[in-house]
């Protein structure tokens, strides 16, 4: 394919979860689950819980600073920053803000950005405009959550689920045919009732009811987001295709959201892709909502199973509801 127009690529990728692995086993003696349950329904094994002191600019800190180093880029350099986050260190400011101070990224433009698991891709998608715009020269963008912070540890249809991490890419124009291809952002608002936390925003402000409640937790409904999931991601895989002008035998790896074992199969089913061409960590990090796809990305890439010339697809879906496509043809940005 010819390319008319600059491209932007990622540069640079830094990732970070915490230490504490919780697993199925010490879940069974918190809730009614069973590790057998867990694996079958869900594939994970284990997932990482951040310590008490660590919030998800914390998280998000040490994966920013992984990626500028291995993008070999000094914080100046930045010119905006977009943190895709469910669970903000705060409603506000954002934790992009908080980043950019302790990034020492002066002056450089900070928000976030919320799209539920989808945020990351999201926001890959929005740097990338900014460079082919050339609005920008230096994009970092971050996944990060604290999930475990929002989890009801009393409701076994949540809490086995999620994990806490970071991922984080540098965003910068690639030379030749390399870099993002396409992408696909789409949203489905009428299904907002069925991923979300009820309290603590403008419509049930945060009380000692609501708290009582536990509506300050995360309340889905598992079903409804799995039917939505399987149909995103095979429209969000064959959109970003057809926008790009390939097909599915053009692809290959499969970088899906870490959600569900059986969902990514079921992508990587309909994409006639087999498992070895596509990247999987729920087993060991749970659903890390917006950190799962960097965090797949960078092992797959530290692996050596994404090339340069290689056409990646990442698609996710998640809270809203939202879901979204990226094609990126690889640039092996170490060679
Ligand atoms: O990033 C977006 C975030 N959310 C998702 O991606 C969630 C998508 N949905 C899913 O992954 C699946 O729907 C779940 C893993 C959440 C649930 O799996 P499922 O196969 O859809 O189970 P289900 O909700 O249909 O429940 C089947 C049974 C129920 O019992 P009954 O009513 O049949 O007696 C549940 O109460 O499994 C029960 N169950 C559990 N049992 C043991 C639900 N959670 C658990 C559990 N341990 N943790």
């Known amino acids: 394919m010819k390319c008319d127009q600059p491209r932007a690529g990622i540069v640079g990728l830094g990732t970070y979860v915490p230490e504490r692995v919780l697993t199925n086993e010490e879940l069974q003696q918190m809730v009614d689950t069973s ?10 094994r284990e997932r990482r819980v951040a310590s008490p002191d660590e919030a998800a600019s914390d998280l998000a800190l ?16 930045i ?26 990224a002066a002056g ?12 990351f891709i999201y926001g890959v998608a929005v740097g990338a405009q900014f460079i082919t715009a050339g ?9 990060a959550e604290a999930l475990t912070r929002i989890i009801n540890w009393q409701d076994r249809n949540t809490c086995v689920l999620f994990g806490d991490g970071a991922g984080a890419v540098v965003l910068r124009e690639v030379p030749g045919d390399r870099g993002i291809l396409s992408t696909v ?32 937790y995360v309340h889905m409904n598992g079903r409804e987001v799995f039917k ?25 790896f499969l970088i899906p959201h870490q ?38 990305l960078e092992e797959s890439v530290k692996k050596g199973k994404i090339k340069d010339g290689d056409n990646v697809v990442m698609v996710g879906f998640g809270a809203g509801l939202t879901w979204a496509g990226l094609l990126i043809r690889w640039y092996d940005y170490k060679k």
């Open 35 to 44: 590790d057998e349950w867990i694996r079958a329904r869900t594939g994970i």
């Open 62 to 77: 040490v994966a920013c600073q992984r990626a500028l180093e291995d993008a070999g880029i000094g914080p100046d350099e």
């Open 79 to 104: 010119d905006l920053i977009i943190a895709a986050t469910n669970t903000p260190d705060m409603l506000f400011p954002a934790t992009a803000c908080l980043l950019q101070d302790r990034i020492g």
């Open 108 to 119: 450089a433009g900070a928000f976030d950005l919320l799209a539920g698991c989808t945020g």
């Open 135 to 143: 609005a920008a020269r230096t994009v970092l963008v971050v996944g």
């Open 185 to 216: 952002l789409g949203a489905d608002g009428s299904g907002a009732r069925h991923l979300y936390m009820p309290a603590g925003g403008s419509r049930l402000p945060a009380s000692a009811e609501t708290v009582a409640k536990g509506l300050h």
């Open 228 to 252: 939505f999931a399987v149909r995103a991601m095979e429209d969000g895989a064959r959109e970003v295709l057809r926008r790009a002008g390939l097909t599915g035998a053009d692809v290959d």
């Open 259 to 296: 959600a569900n074992i059986r969902i990514i199969e079921h992508a990587a089913k309909k994409m006639n892709l087999p498992m070895d061409r596509v990247a999987v960590n729920v087993d060991r990090y749970g659903n890390t909502s917006t950190a799962s796809i960097p965090l797949a």
